[in-house]
Structure formats: C-alpha cells, structure tokens
C-alpha cells in the first residue's frame, strides 16, 4: 500500500522557519516526483512546487521561489518542505502528494502550519 | 500561468441527481488535467486524471471529459458520499494550478 505520512502539527512566529516531512512507504521513494500543495482555512488548494527525490531538482512557484527550498533524504524516504520568514498569511494546511506520470496520489494527511504572535 | 475557470462555485442536488462540473483553462493543455474530491478535514482524493482515466477504486459514476481548454466532470447518479467539494488541476504546465473548488450539496 503506497503511503505518505507527514509530521505533525507546527505553531509558529511570524518571521520564523517551518520544516514538513513526508515519508513515503509501498513504492520506490525516487522514482517519482513529490508535490507539495497547501490550502489556507476556507481556501482552495495552491499548488507550491514539486521535487524530484532522484535529481534533487525543484520547480517551484514564482511566489515561493525566495522562501521555499524542497530536499529529500533517499535514505530514509522522506521529502521535506522548508518555509522562511512565516507570515499570518502562511497559515494553512500543507499536503505531500505523489505525482505518477500526471496521476497525483496518494496525498499525505496534512500538516497544519499555524503563524501566529 | 494557465489560468483555471471553474464552474459553478456551489451546486445543489439531489441523491440520483447527475451533475456536471465544467473546468475552462486559459490555454490549451491536452489533456492533461485531474479532478479531485475534497470532503470536509480530509486531503484531496484524486478521481480523474489526464482528463478522462478513472483512478483505480473510484466508481464508474464518476466521468470526465474534455480536451483543449474545455472540460468536465460528470457524476451520473449522486450517492450520498458524493457530497464534498471538487477541484481541477491542470498538469500541462508549472505551476500546475488549480480550479477555484465546487461545493456540491445536498438538496
């Protein structure tokens, strides 16, 4: 069964870092590209990037592209998302997915990111 | 960007109702857009992708469509899990956005 199992819970400071993992499990960890997606309270969804485990390469959106850096460790098969300089706005639930060939599943459970003085 | 125009924004129906759900893109993107269930406190559940493949598991009342910038999903006979929000995506370019989000409630 192909799993993503993300961390937990994150309070924050505005100006604070944030680091969210998501471990993969049933399947080969670099063979496919992780999608990272976040959605505010109420909001839709908001695609942010995508990594791929093998290459270490990143395609990130132009309004993260200063404050997000997307790594993985092989070893462990896991994939992590790193966010700077929290604001209010960046509030919201963050999601790992899978992406195969197109097909973007499974989604991670969620990792809700709360910035808050 | 490719922008995603998505419609309607909320959608009242019936169980055995058949719904449609339409997702218009800025540029042509083939087919390469997804469909997406979102109940409520729950990820995303992928149902369509590249336009019009089922995603394994997810019944048959479950259909989409569409190639070009003009797409829909179509559920033919609503069941009552059926009741979320749904969403298209499009994997054509990055970043791969998203539709605004259709909420479909009970009647």
């Known amino acids: 069964q192909v799993l993503l199992e993300q961390s937990g819970a994150e309070v924050k400071k505005p100006g604070a870092s944030v680091k969210v993992s998501c471990k993969a499990s049933?399947?080969?960890?670099?063979?496919?590209?992780i999608n990272w997606v976040r959605q505010a309270p109420g909001q839709g969804l908001e695609w942010m990037g995508r990594l791929n485990p093998n290459s270490g390469n990143t395609d990130l959106a132009q309004k993260f592209q200063d404050r997000v850096t997307m790594t993985s460790n092989a070893a462990i098969s896991t994939a992590y998302m790193e966010l700077t300089n929290l604001a209010s706005e960046d509030t919201a639930m963050y999601y790992c997915a899978r992406d195969k060939y197109g097909a973007t599943e499974p989604w991670g459970q969620g990792t809700l990111v709360t910035v808050s003085s | 960007d490719i922008q995603m125009a998505q419609s309607p924004s909320s959608l009242s129906a019936s169980v055995g109702d058949r719904v449609s759900i339409t997702c218009r893109t800025s540029?042509?993107?083939?087919?390469?857009l997804n469909w997406y269930q979102q109940r409520p406190g729950k990820a995303p559940k992928l149902l369509i992708y590249a336009a019009s493949i089922l995603q394994s598991g997810v019944p048959s009342r479950f259909n989409g469509g569409g190639s070009g910038t003009d797409f829909t999903l179509t559920i033919s006979s609503l069941q009552p899990e059926d009741f979320a929000t749904y969403y298209c995506?499009?994997?054509?370019?990055?970043?791969?956005?998203f539709g605004q989000g259709t909420n479909l409630e009970i009647k």
């Open positions: 995506q499009q994997t054509y370019s990055t970043p791969y956005t």
């Open positions: 049933g399947y080969s960890f670099s063979t496919f590209d």
């Open positions: 540029q042509s993107i083939s087919s390469l």
